[in-house]
């Protein structure tokens, strides 16, 4: 079936460094969608990705679409204890939006 | 607060019972999605309904049923419940089916005990 993994499971990473996560589609998108989910949370929308090779910025956070739109990648510049949580990618696909694993940050003490 | 409302937020209940989780979409909001979220674990598609018509079916257990009503609002529910059902259960909305964002509800948490 379908599938859109996300990598890695876990990233710790030091206050103020930086943190990506990474979507692959074993199949082409029409859109993605990145979400992210606050520790005791429900996810909140971040971000829709359309064009092949689209680039969007939010502050600190960069989000990619691949050109051939069956990869993504979000990227935090400097991160910080806001940024923690769960990030998830989100593929839609035939009619489906197929959710990636989900990526969570940690920021060590 | 994103608009879609779900009840209750907690649930305790032992194994073998059954219960009836809610969910209210955002106003204007056509279609629902459930999905189950173990500990510490991603996003399982349960089921998605538009408009009241079932559209797609994931994961879901046979002991688990879900409908939607006239006035949007749906229901999930959870038979012969065992151990392993114990997780967060979330009510996402959007406008449409189509590639649309979804709206996610804060969850209701069941424990099976």
């Known amino acids: 079936g379908q599938q859109v993994m996300q990598i890695p499971q876990y990233q710790h990473v030091q206050e103020g460094e930086d943190f990506t996560t990474y979507c692959n589609s074993s199949?082409?998108?029409?859109?993605i969608q990145w979400y992210k989910q606050r520790p005791g949370g429900h996810p909140v929308f971040l971000i829709q990705l359309v064009k092949s090779g689209e680039v969007k910025k939010q502050k600190r956070l960069t989000f990619q679409f691949g050109e051939a739109k069956k990869n993504s990648s979000l990227h935090i510049t400097a991160t910080q204890t806001t940024d923690v949580g769960t990030y998830f990618c989100a593929g839609y696909s035939n009619y489906q939006l197929i959710w990636g694993a989900g990526t969570k940050l940690i920021i060590k003490p | 607060d994103s608009g879609v409302t779900q009840t209750p937020k907690h649930l305790i209940t032992a194994t073998g019972q059954r219960v009836t989780l809610r969910c209210s979409p955002r106003?204007?909001?056509?279609?629902v999605y459930w999905y189950q979220q173990s500990l510490d674990q991603g996003l399982q598609f349960l089921i998605q309904?538009?408009?009241?018509?079932?559209?797609a079916k994931g994961n879901i257990l046979e002991r688990f049923s879900a409908q939607q009503f006239p006035d949007l609002h749906s229901e999930l529910n959870l038979s012969s419940l065992e151990l392993g059902d114990s997780a967060l259960y979330f009510c996402?909305?959007?406008?449409?089916?189509?590639?649309?964002?979804?709206?996610f509800g804060a969850g209701t948490r069941l424990s099976v005990l």
């Open positions: 996402a909305s959007s406008v449409v089916p189509s590639e649309n964002i979804q709206y």
């Open positions: 199949t082409t998108l029409s859109n």
């Open positions: 106003s204007g909001d056509l279609s």
């Open positions: 309904y538009y408009n009241g018509e079932e559209r």
